[in-house]
């Protein structure tokens, strides 16, 4: 079992910026490709990026890059989305995830977190 916690959500101004923590257990997140998604109110669940198995590559929705960063920290077995230059759009519910069914942008992934509300206000 791989257990996921994100934390660093909160309430923000637009043009902002807000680090969202990913902590794993039961599973290096090395060797799993580790995604984060989003859910606004009212709509489905989306992909915003992805880190590959040994965090050599990165991957990211068209509406995020250069904003937002993914990255990885071995030694405290984390995955990071660094969120720079937040616009009232990026107001959700973040997931972190770990283990795809399926290719990286799919939301079929097999292990999640509880989420962590981003808010930002204009």
């Known amino acids: 079992q791989v257990l996921l916690a994100e934390s660093g959500g909160g309430l923000v101004q637009a043009g902002g910026s807000l680090k969202l923590s990913c902590a794993a257990s039961g599973r290096t997140v090395s060797s799993t490709v580790v995604g984060w998604f989003r859910q606004a109110p009212g709509k489905e669940r989306a992909f915003v990026a992805a880190l590959s198995r040994g965090g050599g590559t990165t991957w990211y929705t068209d509406s995020v890059r250069g904003r937002f960063t993914i990255s990885g920290d071995n030694a405290k077995n984390t995955v990071y989305l660094q969120m720079n230059s937040l616009k009232p759009e990026d107001t959700a519910v973040y997931y972190c995830?770990?283990?795809?069914?399926?290719?990286?942008?799919?939301?079929?992934?097999?292990?999640w977190g509880q989420g962590t509300q981003v808010t930002v206000s204009s």
């Open positions: 995830a770990a283990d795809p069914r399926r290719g990286y942008s799919s939301s079929e992934y097999n292990f």
